[in-house]
């Protein structure tokens, strides 16, 4: 239980991570557009994507949203069939990309749980930048509401 005691008095201390030099950002590599408004969203349609996708760099598509901007054929199962165009920012099929001459870019699949860990990643970057900025966070904004009421919750257990 001591341990636990003083993983809720570090986690409380949210001072600690807006001003520390190195941030868990740092650490973990996160790219710097993780926080932007639409990194969490469709390419396509401009909803959250919560299960498997296509991603091309980091930029992220349902696998249903992957039509052709060409020839319109819809998306059927074989990735490897979908071209990202960089140049002019759409979706090509195999048959379309073999008339362009500038570079396409080919899919990678996201499982289920990558892009959860890429949305958990997304979140922790977002929580970032709000302390960053100096916002409250609602509910544990200080160690006055948080660590308090969370250690004497703990006692009682204990």
């Not at 409380?12 to 790219?31: P, R, W």
């Amino acid at each position: 239980m001591e341990a636990l005691r003083i993983f809720l008095e570090e986690l409380s201390d949210l001072e600690t991570a807006k001003e520390g030099k190195q941030s868990l950002e740092l650490t973990q590599g996160m790219s710097e557009n993780l926080a932007e408004e639409n990194s969490d969203l469709c390419v396509n349609c401009h909803t959250t994507i919560e299960e498997e996708c296509a991603k091309c760099g980091d930029r992220r598509w349902h696998m249903n949203c992957l039509t052709c901007s060409g020839c319109k054929r819809e998306y059927k199962g074989n990735l490897e069939d979908r071209l990202w165009f960089p140049s002019e920012q759409r979706v090509v099929c195999r048959a379309c990309g073999s008339q362009i001459s500038d570079k396409l870019v080919p899919f990678e699949r996201a499982s289920r749980l990558k892009q959860y860990v890429y949305l958990l990643r997304v979140a922790l970057a977002r929580l970032l930048l709000r302390l960053r900025q100096g916002a409250n966070l609602p509910h544990t904004s200080g160690k006055a509401i948080f660590a308090p009421f969370a250690i004497s919750v703990i006692d009682d257990f204990t």
